[in-house]
């Protein structure tokens, strides 16, 4: 297990502590402040609102007992009584009477400002006072007509969101009905009481169906309260946002807690600064010691005024000076060692011995008119001749393309010219200094596990090279399929290279340190194999040049 997988920093740990020990109890007591204030100004609300609404009702109230008043005076006017009394053919008698009512009625019409029109019903067929005098068979079925003739009170009608009073006109002595006064209402009786509304979202509304009144910040998301208007079954119910009670002004609530949460941030950035000071030495130490972790062996620690600290700094420096030391010796022997590998496997072969059987074979064909072996004689003397290159592990680009060209029309010979080849090569690599012998790997891995693995489908090479910044880069593609088939896509982890690329991968790395070397990227389309080397031209020195660690 990771040493590190249960540890924490000094500065992590104080922050933690501050914060369970001050700002977390603060914010509890912050959140509780919220909380108990939101409700509170919500009851209070809520109580403001029931305020209104049963002063609403009450200002209501008055309004329908002044027109209830207002319609029982003119009910109770004697010369009313006597006029609906009257014999309707003495002509001359009703039309003197009428005067006398007709101003009365005209007086408590103008005299209330809710009432919008009176009517008056009789059995008679008075020919004066049209506007005013009707005859009850034009209501007689009218429920309103019937249920008023029944009552002694006066009666409230809703006829659609049009509102109208009635009241039965009687004689005292001896006691019976000679009519029905109505009086229809303007329907600012109900709205010009709703102003005391102008900062509450509500809607109003009558009975439970007529609508009165509904503000334009109203939503259909509400508290509801239904208030008895009459005691005959008149409700007025107020439908509030519930939105409402809760204050939209937070910033003046939340205020204190503000203020503390300001004061706990201006702590934790004294306290961040003064531990800042305390353990910047020691964060130095632990941000060079991360770098040396990752590989930046060219670090290098200042000294430091605590003293325990620079003794540790000033050990850390003689460590990785040997350090570094023995990675140059560990490299330089590793180098020395492929060096000696390679020197051993071309000894194995006597070039000149090689170059002049190829010789003889390759004129033994130009005699007999044999093309063919003249073409495979001479691809193979070229790709020998660059393959050793007298003994140099180092070459220009130019010439380890020579190589990998001659190999590639070999494997056509070989493959019946059965795969297509095409060569992207920019014209600025080709003076570029590289290791010799690292293109031939990856090409028969290419045709070996790519290619030669196709069925019913034809084959396809390409060598590219291209300078990428400060790099030159690489890349033998193939159309294969077989590795995408079996891992999908993405990159070939190393432990899977063969002795070939692994071989390649690793010289790389020897000459141009760990940010180089070979990847290879597999996907639906095929596999690339990619080197990146570093960019040396041609006429610099061809040697290989030491690894900075």
């Known amino acids: 297990m990771d040493r590190q997988t249960n540890k924490t920093s000094i500065w992590n740990r104080l922050r933690r502590a501050f ?28 109580l403001e609102a029931d305020k209104l609404m049963e002063q609403n009702v009450t200002d209501l109230r008055n309004r329908m007992e002044q027109c209830e008043t207002s319609l029982l005076y003119a009910a109770s006017n004697y010369s009313l009584q006597e006029f609906l009394q009257m014999d309707e053919t003495k002509y001359i008698e009703v039309n003197q009477a009428s005067r006398n009512v007709a101003p009365m009625l005209y007086n408590v019409l103008l005299s209330n400002q809710y009432y919008k029109k009176l009517r008056l019903y009789s059995d008679k067929h008075f020919s004066v006072m049209d506007d005013l005098l009707k005859n009850a068979d034009e209501v007689r ?32 002595f001896p006691v019976k009905s000679i009519g029905v006064i109505r009086a229809d209402i303007k329907e600012r009786l109900f709205s010009g009481s709703f ?77 961040h600064i003064v531990l800042k000071r305390l353990t910047g030495e020691v964060d130095y130490l632990a941000g060079q010691v991360e770098k040396v972790k990752s590989g930046d062996l060219g670090v290098s620690f200042k000294a430091l005024k605590t003293k325990e600290l620079d003794i540790l700094s000033s050990s850390m420096n003689d460590m990785l000076d040997r350090i570094r030391q ?23 072969i006597s070039p000149h011995f090689l170059y002049n059987n190829l010789s003889a074979i390759n004129w033994l064909a130009i005699e007999n008119g044999d093309d063919d072996i003249y073409e495979i004689t001479t691809q193979m003397a070229t790709f020998y001749r660059t393959a050793l290159n007298k003994g140099k592990n180092i070459d220009r680009f130019q010439t380890e393309i020579t190589n990998a060209k001659a190999y590639i029309n070999l494997q056509l010979m070989s493959h019946d010219h059965s795969f297509d080849v095409n060569y992207s090569i920019e014209e600025d690599t080709l003076d570029m200094v590289i290791p010799t012998f690292i293109l031939q790997p990856l090409i028969e891995n290419a045709i070996e596990h790519g ?33 995408y088939e079996e891992m999908g896509s993405g990159i070939l982890d190393e432990s899977r290279y063969g002795y070939g690329t692994g071989n390649v991968n690793r010289r790389i790395q020897l000459i141009h340190g760990q940010g180089y070397g070979l990847t290879i990227l597999v996907n639906e389309r095929g596999t690339t194999s990619r080197l990146r080397l570093r960019a040396d031209k041609a006429g610099v020195s061809s040697a290989p040049q030491e690894i900075v660690p």
């Open 451 to 483: 290619i030669d693995q196709l069925r019913g489908k034809r084959g396809y090479l390409e060598i590219r090279s291209r300078m990428d910044g400060e790099d030159l880069v690489l890349e033998v593609l193939d159309n294969g399929t077989n590795l």
């Open 141 to 172: 079925d009218e429920e309103w007509y019937r249920k008023t003739l029944e009552k002694s009170q006066s009666s409230w009608w809703l006829d659609g969101n049009n509102a109208f009073l009635s009241r039965k006109i009687e004689t005292s």
């Open 326 to 348: 023995l990675i140059k010796k560990v490299y330089q022997d590793e180098l020395n060692q492929k060096d000696l590998e390679l020197e051993l496997l071309r000894s194995k």
């Open 195 to 271: 102003g005391i509304f102008f900062d509450v979202p509500v809607r109003i509304i009558m009975n439970g169906s007529v609508p009165l009144y509904q503000s334009d910040e109203w939503k259909d998301n509400y508290y509801t309260r239904t208030m008895e208007l009459l005691p005959d079954g008149w409700t007025i119910t107020y439908e509030i946002n519930r939105d409402y009670f809760f204050p939209n002004s937070l910033l003046s609530i939340a205020a204190p807690v503000l203020m503390i949460l300001v004061v706990l941030l201006a702590s934790l950035l004294v306290i």
């Open 19 to 46: 914060l369970i020990v001050v700002i977390l109890p603060v914010l509890a007591l912050g959140g509780y402040m919220v909380y108990s204030s939101i409700r509170f100004v919500r009851n209070e609300r809520m």
